[in-house]
């Protein structure tokens, strides 16, 4: 079976064991200790019951790494579902579809400017981008230009220097040679701009999207889907600049940033230590004006560290993961139906192409 087993009850986070409603939690906790047992003995019969058990953990996970103290909506669900596991399993399978899923993108868009910019000092530089750009950015592209500015045009983590700007800019270019490191950098969602893009009226994608953000209703956050509608996915709290390298493994949910008690302070956390080597414990955001060039935003980016966790203790990304592998090696689904999850995950990635 995928992953670790769910941790006994009394094991949950002190905040919960301490909420007004503790006890209502730990009864939905149970059911999903219940609905774990009920698949192990399923499992010990012979049957194939791995996905069912990494929608179960997922569901318990939650429980131990909630992104918000606004837990009773999702208490409620598993609740009324009355410990019955094919309603249970439903409901992880759309925290899995929708939530898991969504973090994990595997497709970006990687723009180059318009044009190679001239030697220009920093100041300049920053200058010229601006008289490029009105207002909020409205598409990928302008997002990550504002994004240069703000994050000193490194990347966040490493703070390697964008190469294009670099080698276009005597300071920059100086600080190269001097040895600070240079290297390709991209424009990181936080909440993957797949969500919007190219909806229609009554489609997929627009089904999609709706079970998106009603699965985040349940998590207790209903900002976000009205802060990232339509082209404001692309607002700048909900990008960083990354080096590639560090891109991957963050849209893979390999790494995470947890916050600190100092403000804009987090601690760079991995499912795996191999992850951090050669990467700073603590990133600290910086803007040059935080009204005109916002941080990342913290409800964001915490959402993404829950899905990181949950993801990887049931073991979800790596079946994620192996299933996209067998994507690329299948060109025609078995008739017996043997590839169905094959093809379900196909139509959910086609949904998160950029």
């Not at 769910?6 to 986070?13: F, G, H, I």
């Amino acid at each position: 079976m995928p992953g670790p087993a769910l941790p006994p009850a009394n094991t949950l986070p002190l905040w919960i064991r301490q909420h007004p409603c503790s006890h209502e939690i730990e009864s939905a906790y149970n059911i999903c200790l219940d609905l774990e047992r009920w698949i192990q003995r399923e499992a010990d019969l012979g049957v194939e019951m791995e996905k069912a058990m990494i929608c179960c953990r997922i569901l318990g996970y939650l429980f131990h790494h909630f992104p918000s103290r606004d837990i009773k909506p999702f208490v409620r669900e598993i609740v009324t579902t009355g410990g019955q596991p094919e309603e249970l399993l439903k409901l992880g399978e759309r925290f899995y579809a929708y939530f898991v899923k969504l973090f994990m993108s595997y497709k970006r868009i990687t723009p180059a400017p318009s044009s190679h910019p001239s030697r220009w000092s920093v100041d300049n530089l920053v200058e010229k981008i601006k008289t490029e750009l009105n207002g909020a950015p409205q598409n990928h592209k302008t997002a990550k230009k504002l994004a240069l500015i703000r994050d000193g045009f490194q990347c966040v983590v490493t703070k390697v220097y964008d190469d294009r700007i670099a080698s276009s800019n005597k300071t920059l270019e100086q600080a190269v040679i001097d040895g600070a490191p240079k290297g390709i950098t991209q424009c990181a969602h936080i909440f993957p701009e797949s969500i919007n893009n190219k909806i229609e009226s009554g489609s997929n994608k627009e089904n999609y999207a709706a079970t998106v953000w009603a699965v985040l209703d349940r998590l207790g956050y209903r900002n976000p889907r009205q802060d990232l509608d339509g082209a404001s996915i692309h607002r700048l709290d909900n990008v960083m600049t990354m080096e590639v390298s560090v891109h991957d493994d963050f849209d893979r949910l390999k790494i995470y940033f947890t916050a600190t008690e100092v403000p804009n302070r987090y601690k760079l956390e991995a499912v795996r230590d191999y992850f951090l080597a050669n990467r700073p414990r603590y990133v600290t955001f910086s803007t040059p004006d935080a009204e005109k060039y916002p941080l990342p935003n913290p409800t964001y980016l915490a959402i993404h560290a829950t899905c990181a966790k949950v993801a990887h203790l049931p073991g979800a990304a790596e079946h994620i993961e192996e299933v996209l592998e067998r994507m690329e090696d299948t060109r025609v689904l078995a008739e017996d139906g043997g590839s169905s999850e094959v093809l379900y995950t196909a139509i959910l990635s086609s949904m998160h192409a950029v």
